[in-house]
């Protein structure tokens, strides 16, 4: 992992959840005004603690509509002797937030409350105090996602349909080496990730729950939002965590059009 990964996960999370600065004049309020007035910071802070290792959880409260199309993404550049593969963590050639061939909504990828957690390892006296690594990911996220995935470290399950109505799955847990630079690859019956075409992100219920993806020097389980089984420990270097309500666009690999109106 390097300091070039590190800087361009962290240059596009902030490209997905920045905002532009803005300025008021600042005017007093009656005592009336001020007691029928209620308001919620735009950023929470959180403190926890798990496993030895402290988390700070900055999370933006916000509600955001994206379509967006990110091509040739590699996160975790470096030799891996167990399974080097295409020689990095995550290898996605295509992630698309939307798509042009459906309805307007599904033009739209529905974000809320995008996240930076940081990770420290527990210690008495500031001066052991170290650093491990971070997470970015979202609370919820709803609609469909194209994908293109050829190397993958991480925990993740999509369930597809086939043309005759039975199910797939794919499920990185298959794998002997724990999801480490998986290529996809499973005992059939199953769906490979060269299969993935894309995904359907939450369901009647809400969005899904659990997409983050972490930057750390050793493996660290991470904390779990209630309501949800506790997620599989991160391992060291880049991780993708993604499991919760997740659908098969297709079984074919065919990754849907998201391009703009009027193309």
Known sequence: M????????LSGAALL???HAASAQMQP?????????????????????????DFSKVALDADISLSANIRNMRLGE?????????????????????RSDGTEAQRLVQISNPYFEFVY????????????????????????????VKTLSGS?????????????????????????????????????LSQLGGVTAG???????DFWVSLLKTGVQFPTAAGLPASDPAQAGVWLNWRDKLQALNTS???????PKGR
Not at 38 to 49: A, F, K, P, W, Y
Not at 79 to 98: K, V
């Open 78 to 98: 470096y030799t891996y002797s167990l399974r080097n593969g295409g020689g990095a963590d995550l290898d996605i050639p295509l992630m698309q937030f939307g």
């Open 2 to 9: 390097t300091f070039t990964t590190l800087r361009r996960l």
């Open 17 to 19: 959840c920045g905002m």
């Open 29 to 53: 309020m009656s005592e009336d005004e001020l007691s029928n007035t209620r308001g919620q910071g735009l950023v929470t802070l959180t403190n926890t603690s798990l496993g030895g290792y």
């Open 253 to 259: 690999g065919i990754t849907p059009p998201n391009l």
């Open 121 to 148: 390892k527990n210690a008495a006296d500031g001066a052991s105090r170290e650093a491990i690594g971070l997470r970015f990911g979202f609370e919820s996220i709803s609609g469909d996602i194209g994908l293109q």
């Open 203 to 209: 369901d009647a219920s809400g969005g899904s729950r």
């Open 156 to 192: 993740m399950r999509v369930t597809g349909t086939e043309a005759d109505g039975s199910t797939l799955v794919l499920d990185s847990r298959t794998d002997a080496l724990g999801g480490k630079r998986w290529d996809g690859s499973c005992t059939a019956p199953c769906l490979t």
